[in-house]
């Protein structure tokens, strides 16, 4: 058996990741023994970028993230705090010129052995399922009970066909402790406190032991983990033996504390080398990346994450301060206390000095309580939810995002390795002033201005990249048609990803729009996506994109015979017809487009509405509005005479759906194209008691269009129905009753309510004025009387 490295050359250096009570402790640790190599726990494809730490301009959370260029979505992040372990390792070595390297496995294997699983993952579920399927023919076929058992194996087989994961063996020892979970007990032991190499040692010595105890148990959860992790260590002890070979004296080796009782594992080095021999590659390549500290947390879905990125910082800050100058440095509780305050504050929320004495006493009387040597998280939670906020959750829960999270996003320097495409839209970034933050933001933009208009291109082009960097809500106020666009804007670290992603497309973010733009208008299946793609490719204002769009779209509508998508069409084109302008947009070929589609609509229109059922006619009815919305914001008189004559074929048609019959005769009274006579002519057509009753409920409901305001506020409307109501006799009204209902039923409470107290105003509005004018219902001696008393309490003047 192989010599296993000199304890005296080599030192562990078990952590937790993003553990400030590690990286303090890790700090003195390395000024002490003054290490002449250190290794850490990372991807070794990162060397090559690895001076970059030392840069002014690089700026904590960052990440390092490695892909395979072929496939950018196989992608595997590295993230690190200032309060990293990892993070102050790597500085401090570089500071010192030490030679420092990464001793992980190569994401090289790692990924290609990630695909490799995915792809057994992707044929494990069928072949199960084919399995299952057998058996159960099997069982068919004959009464075995054999074949029964087979069948309930093979099912078991597919609901437990994904992984489980063991929980968290810090568990044990917390149990031991007395603590709720292995986290709180972590978090007090080691994190909040700053030992030097001794805390090291106790660690070793509690994870070596709990490791070995559970033992194979600790593995059980995934045998692809397990064998993942058995060649990550594997690599681990082979880099520490290359490094004690190469004469180092002192070698400080910093990896996960779980890993501490395999690295120092009596394995033979050619058992290693076997283990090791012909794994799987990909070709990777790696580099910065600015994070954040909300992608630290747990709740983003990273799996070494923590709970309060925020109130970690707090920590390395305050012992690092502590450490420099231990009479003047406040108490951390004070410090922490003190920021809770400020924010409060700043909220216009209570928060005197005296709150602040208060909580700090609450907080390390709770500590004592506890046996603690001071406040932790916990009580200083408690005091302030006690003391501070009195109780109020709202409160507490901004103070959770703004401290306890933060909203921390880091930089790295501009000479760091990136695809074009991304310098491109970094270089647009600065050149617009738009900086990428982690915090969501609002954004108003003037499209009259050109920094503005800018921005807009920027941040829709983007998004035809698939980079949804910023959200757009809109304009302000109501009318689209106003020069201000608003955005919410908030960066993402993946937006990195992506962006290497859509590299594929162009080296510019331009050429790349264009690009991604042509390929999602070539696979469209329906024409309302082209519509809607016009209208992108403008509001990006992508030239070549717009015209290449247009003649697809163009020659799709050619071909196409479906008047459904040829009205789900309409919208999107008119909308870039009519407000196109604002952005300095030429619309004179989506004029053209539109006006073609209009035409081609309205000739399918009656046909489209006739033999179909109740679901399809409700879609319908929605298609048309919006088309007849689009045909009048286009306001072109042969388009829109050729949708009136559609209009009126559908209204007396007697094969179309009664919905539609409905609603197309209101559309053509509310136009003034038919008079009320002629609409009155109708609505006792399609009412008269020897009309089947659905079909007059539908009728109703078409022509009432769910709008109880206009009924409510057109008096011609009103009349209308007013007087057909009135008109008939007890036996129809009864029969009609369920009807009227039925469509009234669609109204809100209060519209019911304000239809039934006109309803009771005989003679409608000139009803209602009359009745104004007549005598208060009121005895105005007994209402005068409160009057003085009145005039004292607002200083009114007799």
């Known amino acids: 058996m192989s010599k296993v490295p000199e304890a005296s050359k080599v030192h562990y250096f078990g952590i937790r990741h993003h553990g400030p009570g590690c990286a303090r402790s890790l700090v003195r640790a390395f000024e002490q023994l003054q290490p002449d190599c250190v290794l850490v726990e990372g991807p070794p494809e990162a060397e090559g970028v690895l001076a970059a730490l030392l840069h002014e301009q690089m700026q904590p959370p960052v990440a390092l993230l490695s892909y395979c260029p072929d496939e950018p979505a196989r992608a595997v992040y590295h993230p690190f705090a200032v309060f990293s372990p990892e993070w102050q390792a790597l500085r401090w070595a570089l500071a010192q010129q030490v030679a420092v390297s990464f001793i992980d496995l190569p994401l090289t294997h790692q990924l290609a052995l990630a695909k490799a699983r995915e792809e057994e993952q992707a044929q494990a579920p069928a072949a199960a399922e084919e399995e299952a399927e057998a058996a159960a023919q099997a069982a068919e076929r004959t009464d075995d009970t054999d074949a029964a058992v087979e069948v309930d194996a093979a099912v078991e087989a597919v609901e437990t066909a994904e992984p489980h994961y063991r929980s968290d063996p810090l568990d044990w020892l917390a149990q031991a402790a007395g603590h709720a979970d292995g986290e709180s007990w972590w978090n007090h032991t080691v994190e909040e406190r700053g030992d030097g190499e001794a805390l090291f040692a106790a660690i070793a010595e509690a994870m070596t032991t709990l490791r070995a105890d559970l033992g194979a148990q600790a593995e059980e959860f995934c045998t692809y983990r397990a064998r993942r992790e058995l060649l990550r260590e594997a690599h681990m002890r082979q880099r520490i033996r290359e490094a004690v070979k190469k004469g180092h004296e002192r070698i400080a080796v910093v990896c996960g504390a779980w890993h501490l009782g395999g690295l120092q594992a009596k394995v033979k080095a050619s058992a290693d080398s076997t283990l090791l021999k012909g794994l799987p590659k990909l070709k990777v390549q790696s580099t910065w990346v600015p994070w954040t500290y909300r992608h630290l947390t747990r709740e983003s879905g990273y799996g070494a994450g923590i709970?309060?990125?925020?109130?970690?910082?707090?920590?390395?800050?305050?012992?690092?301060?502590?450490?420099?100058d231990p009479a003047t440095a406040p108490p951390r509780s004070v410090g922490w206390l003190a920021r809770v305050a400020q924010l409060m504050r700043a909220r216009d929320l209570d928060c005197s000095s005296a709150h602040l004495?208060?909580?700090?006493?609450?907080?390390?009387?709770l500590a004592a309580l506890r046996q603690r040597p001071q406040a932790g998280l916990e009580e200083l939670h408690e005091a302030t939810r006690t003391v501070l906020t009195m109780g109020d959750e709202a409160a507490l829960h901004f103070i959770r995002d703004a401290l306890l999270v933060g909203q921390r996003m880091g930089q790295v320097p501009p000479d760091v390795p990136t695809v074009p495409l991304q310098k491109d839209v970094e270089q647009q970034q600065?050149?617009?002033?738009?900086?990428?933050?982690?915090?969501?933001?609002?954004?108003?933009?003037?499209?009259?201005q050109p920094n503005d208009l800018a921005r807009s291109h920027l941040l829709h082009r983007l998004r035809l990249i698939r980079v949804p960097w910023g959200k757009s809500s809109g304009t302000s106020g109501?009318?689209?048609?106003?020069?201000?666009?608003?955005?919410?804007?908030?960066?993402?670290?993946?937006?990195?990803?992506?962006?290497?992603?859509?590299?594929?497309?162009?080296?510019?973010?331009?050429?790349?729009?264009?690009?991604?733009?042509?390929?999602?208008?070539?696979?469209?299946?329906?024409?309302?996506?082209?519509?809607?793609?016009?209208?992108?490719?403008?509001?990006?204002?992508?030239?070549?994109?717009?015209?290449?769009v247009t003649r697809i779209l163009?020659?799709?509508?050619?071909?196409?015979?479906?008047?459904?998508?040829?009205?789900?069409?309409?919208?999107?084109?008119?909308?870039?017809?009519?407000?196109?302008?604002?952005?300095?947009?030429?619309?004179?070929?989506?004029?053209?487009?539109?006006?073609?589609?209009?035409?081609?609509?309205?000739?399918?229109?009656?046909?489209?509405?006739?033999?179909?059922?109740?679901?399809?006619?409700?879609?319908l009815r929605t298609m048309l509005l919006a088309a007849h919305s689009a045909v009048a914001l286009r306001d072109a008189q042969e388009q829109t005479q050729a949708w009136q004559r559609a209009l009126r074929l559908v209204a007396e048609s007697s094969t179309a759906h009664a919905l539609l019959q409905g609603l197309a005769t209101r559309l053509l009274l509310d136009e003034g194209l038919w008079q009320a006579t002629e609409a009155a002519q109708a609505l006792s057509l399609h009412l008269s008691s020897g009309v089947e009753p659905l079909q007059a409920a539908a009728w109703l409901e078409g022509f009432l269009n769910r709008n109880a305001m206009v009924l409510l506020h057109d008096q011609q409307l009103w009349q209308l129905v007013n007087d057909w109501l009135c008109s008939l006799g007890e036996a129809h009204f009864t029969h009609i009753l369920p009807l009227v209902r039925r469509t009234f039923a669609a109204f809100s409470a209060s519209e019911r309510r304000d239809l039934g107290q006109r309803a009771r105003q005989a003679g409608g509005p000139a009803a209602a004025a009359a009745s104004a004018n007549a005598a208060p219902l009121w005895d105005e001696a007994l209402a005068a009387l409160p009057v003085p008393f009145l005039r004292t309490i607002l200083g009114v003047a007799p």
């Open 307 to 324: 709970a309060a990125p925020g109130w970690y910082e707090h920590l390395w800050l305050s012992g690092m301060a502590q450490d420099a």
């Open 430 to 448: 600065k050149t617009l002033r738009l900086k990428p933050e982690a915090l969501d933001r609002t954004l108003d933009l003037d499209l009259r």
């Open 357 to 365: 004495i208060e909580a700090v006493r609450l907080a390390d009387t």
């Open 554 to 619: 163009e020659n799709r509508a050619a071909v196409s015979g479906d008047t459904l998508q040829l009205l789900e069409a309409l919208p999107p084109l008119a909308n870039v017809f009519r407000y196109g302008n604002v952005r300095q947009t030429d619309t004179g070929m989506v004029a053209h487009m539109l006006d073609s589609l209009i035409v081609r609509a309205a000739i399918g229109l009656p046909l489209a509405c006739s033999g179909i059922d109740d679901d399809s006619a409700s879609s």
């Open 478 to 548: 109501s009318s689209k048609g106003t020069f201000h666009e608003i955005w919410r804007l908030q960066w993402q670290p993946e937006f990195v990803v992506a962006l290497i992603e859509a590299s594929q497309w162009g080296q510019t973010l331009e050429a790349a729009a264009t690009a991604a733009s042509l390929e999602r208008a070539q696979q469209a299946e329906h024409l309302r996506e082209l519509s809607e793609l016009v209208n992108q490719v403008l509001l990006a204002d992508l030239a070549p994109a717009v015209q290449a």
